[in-house]
């Protein structure tokens, strides 16, 4: 994907569409969360399944602080040849239970960064 610049300013808003498409396009990023009151960053592999994020993560610090505070942030970025992009969602996550939305999940191929 190439980016059309008007008027030749180098920083250009993307909008929903481009960005889902871009998310779509790559598999890691940053999410975001808040450990005992203090903000957090991990790096995951993900999963976009329509305008959905799926991360998929072991047990520990963020499952954990996710099920207290479920706001977060995620990132994803590349670079395409000369141009360099960045994506940033804000919103609420929530842990899958529902066999349905599992089954959902697991049909966008996402695996575990490390093998069990």
Do not use: C, Q
């Amino acid at each position: 994907m190439m980016f059309t610049h008007p008027d030749g300013n180098p920083i250009l808003n993307l909008d929903d569409d481009e960005s889902w498409r871009l998310l779509e396009g790559t598999k890691h990023g940053r999410l975001v969360v808040i450990v005992a009151g203090e903000p957090d960053i991990f790096p995951v592999n993900y999963a976009v399944g329509g305008r959905r994020l799926y991360i998929r993560t072991a047990p520990g610090n963020k499952l954990a602080e996710l099920t207290i505070n479920s706001k977060v942030l995620f990132e994803a970025d590349g670079i395409l040849s000369d141009e360099a992009w960045s994506v940033v969602l804000r919103g609420n996550a929530r842990v899958l239970d529902k066999a349905a939305d599992i089954a959902e999940a697991e049909a966008l191929g996402l695996k575990p960064w490390f093998p069990r």
